[in-house]
């Protein structure tokens, strides 16, 4: 029997996540579906999805495992969707950039039973340097050795922890349990803040009186350094990953605005040493954290039974008889 996975959402963590699951077995096979036209066209391209479906609820009917990668705003109205034709015994994992608030919309819209669990990999660090987005940028080796966070639920049952840690060792990563807003505070810090860096920094060479001629002026750094409002979390409503994250978006604004007071100030007094130093320690901070990047890294939350891949891939295929 094979077992049916519904991607939900073809990002490139979504799609990438049917590559690698489905380049272990020739019994788990994929629909596909995403809210925009142009994701669906591009996913289709990696022959993995049989189809990539134009409606979400023919994606999930008679699927045995729901994958949701949406963007956030898309999360909540997408489940209303696939109230309809998705049973109640389906495995339903978000590997979403939000994660507290999907319990609630998901408790919202099927209750407390349904089998949930939230999950975030982390990528291979070989993908830094690309520039494609969305699942244009998906490969099967996304995942490889990288850490891949469960936001474990006090009321997760077994089952479904059991699910999550078999998922990312089938990914090719390492399982870590955290929770949920542990998890949130993580991608608010790293992902969603340099987005708000972006948008800050084009918003304000944009509104300078000489920006006519300075846009002109403007080449690869000015690019590069606005390049992650390219991959916001939202398909319309923008902004609302970082609303469900207020709390920590405001203190991470706040501390960016610190940094830049910090610069201003040592301009203010004409400061050179004060500078150097400020540029410095960026400098150290990025080197520290590309070499830290490129290593394998444990702690003390990894998961205490990681199973073998052979062990994940046999559990993993018994969804089919469920």
Same mark, same amino acid.
């Given at each position: 029997m094979t077992v049916q996975v519904a991607s939900i959402g073809?990002?490139?963590i979504g799609v990438s996540a049917a590559l690698a699951l489905g380049g272990q077995s020739k019994e788990i096979l994929f629909k596909g579906w995403d809210p925009d036209l142009d994701a669906r066209v591009a996913a289709d391209r990696f022959k993995v999805f049989n189809?990539?479906?134009?409606? !979400?609820? #023919?994606?999930?009917?008679?699927?045995?495992?729901?994958?949701?990668?949406?963007? $956030? #705003? @898309?999360?909540?109205?997408t489940l209303k969707v696939l109230d309809v034709a998705m049973s109640r015994d389906v495995a339903l994992v978000n590997m979403s950039p939000m994660h507290a608030q999907t319990y609630t919309f998901v408790e919202e819209v099927f209750g @407390?039973?349904?089998p949930f669990i %939230?999950?975030?990999?982390? +990528?291979?660090?070989? $993908?830094?340097?690309? =520039? +494609? =987005?969305g699942a244009r940028? !998906?490969? %099967?080796?996304?995942? &490889?050795?990288?850490?891949? /966070?469960?936001? &474990? !639920?006090?009321?997760?049952?077994p089952a479904v922890l059991d699910l999550a840690a078999d998922i990312a060792v089938l990914l090719g990563g390492q399982p870590v349990f955290t929770t949920p807003k542990e998890l949130d505070g993580l991608i608010v810090a790293n992902l969603l803040l340099p987005q708000l860096c972006a948008a800050a920094l084009i918003n304000t060479a944009a509104r300078q009186p000489s920006w006519q001629e300075g846009g002109k002026i403007a080449g690869g750094l000015l690019f590069h350094g606005t390049l992650p409002i390219s991959e916001l979390y939202e398909y319309k409503s923008l902004g609302f990953t970082a609303r469900a994250n207020r709390e920590n978006m405001v203190r991470l604004a706040e501390d960016l605005m610190r940094e830049l007071i910090q610069i201003r100030d040592s301009l203010k007094d004409d400061d050179p040493q004060k500078?150097? &130093?400020? /540029?410095?320690?960026? +400098?150290?901070?990025?080197? #520290?954290? +590309?070499?830290?990047?490129?290593?394998?890294?444990?702690?003390?939350?990894? !998961?205490? %039974?990681?199973?073998?891949? @052979? @062990?994940?891939?046999?559990?993993f295929l018994k969804l089919a008889i469920r």
């Open positions: 073809l990002s490139q189809p990539v479906c134009k409606k !979400a609820q #023919d994606a999930v009917r008679g699927a045995n495992l729901v994958v949701l990668s949406l963007p $956030s #705003d @898309e999360f909540l109205p @407390e039973k349904i %939230s999950i975030f990999p982390t +990528l291979n660090p070989n $993908s830094l340097q690309e =520039y +494609l =987005y940028a !998906a490969r %099967s080796d996304l995942f &490889d050795k990288c850490l891949v /966070f469960i936001a &474990d !639920a006090q009321d997760a049952p500078l150097s &130093d400020l /540029f410095n320690r960026a +400098l150290d901070s990025r080197e #520290d954290w +590309l070499l830290e990047r490129q290593r394998s890294e444990t702690t003390s939350r990894m !998961a205490t %039974s990681i199973p073998e891949k @052979e @062990e994940a891939l046999k559990r």
